[in-house]
């Protein structure tokens, strides 16, 4: 069996959003039945910051020097896995901070910066020490807003000049929180199978055409549609006396 290892990174755990679309894209792997997964929160990780001493990239070749925490052990879990998810909510048009700490701590699966110019070529600037070619990165972000290809821009740099273009695949899922929260469960489940759709595709062919990425890219809701339930939704919560009023 090829192992999917996903690493939930919102704050929420399992009541995050963006997991609903995550678990649905993961179900689109099993159902071909070559696939068996492991799910972990990264809040249950005891994960240090990266000291910054560069040691991974000079005298211990590939090693960090931080050894007492949960890393080391995760570090071992993306190197035998073939397909690693990453998914997480956007914060502030980035990855959360808790993310960014984990992200830092991977440095020592990247080859040192040797002074190379920005990767017009679609080359990262690094290139990962090790390569197993046959493994997969998948990185899956819900947000709020609508314009889902502005807002993601930011991420998709950071992550192409890590990666590479085209080393990783990227879902971005603009509106999931509101699709949830107002509970049509038609409307959901139909949402949702997009992803799956997506999923067994992977499995398939090994990435997602360019046709798939645009339509999961696609919001729910219509933008004016969308500003009706988000004005209802703020209104609400003030008639709740939730929201403190200026
Ligand atoms: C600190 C913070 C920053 C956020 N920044 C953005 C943002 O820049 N753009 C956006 O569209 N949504 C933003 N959001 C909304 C979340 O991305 C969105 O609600 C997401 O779907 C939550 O996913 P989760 O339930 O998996 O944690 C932000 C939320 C928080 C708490």
């Not at 930011?154 to 509970?183: A, E, H, N, S």
């Not at 997009?194 to 067994?200: M, R």
């Not at 990435?207 to 645009?214: G, P």
Request: aromatic letters at 12%.
């Amino acid at each position: 069996m090829k192992k999917i290892l996903v690493l939930n990174g919102s704050p929420k755990n399992d009541n995050s959003s963006t997991m609903w679309v995550t678990k649905a894209f993961v179900e689109g792997l099993l159902s071909t039945g070559k696939y068996e997964v492991e799910y972990v929160n990264l809040s249950s990780l005891n994960i240090k910051p990266c000291t910054g001493c560069l040691s991974c990239w000079g005298r211990t070749a590939g090693e960090c020097v931080i050894k007492t925490d949960d890393i080391p052990s995760f570090k071992a879990k993306v190197e035998e896995c073939d397909i690693f998810i990453e998914s997480f909510p956007l914060f502030f048009f980035g990855m959360p901070g808790t993310m960014k700490v984990f992200t830092d701590r991977m440095l020592s699966m990247m080859n040192t910066y040797r002074g190379q110019n920005a990767p017009e070529n679609g080359e990262s600037f690094h290139g990962i020490r090790n390569p197993k070619p046959e493994r997969k990165f998948v990185v899956i972000s819900s947000c709020a807003y609508t314009e889902s290809k502005n807002i993601y821009e930011p991420l998709r740099m950071q992550y192409d000049y890590i990666c590479g273009k085209g080393k990783y695949t990227f879902i971005g899922v603009p509106q999931l929180k509101t699709l949830i929260d107002l509970k049509n469960e038609k409307k959901i489940s139909r949402y949702l199978s997009k992803f799956t759709e997506a999923g067994i595709e992977f499995a398939n062919n090994g990435c997602l055409s360019s046709e798939t990425e645009e339509l999961l890219l696609k919001a729910p809701f219509t933008e004016s549609g969308y500003k009706v339930f988000l004005d209802n939704f703020w209104h609400e919560e003030e008639e709740k006396g939730k929201l403190i009023k200026k």
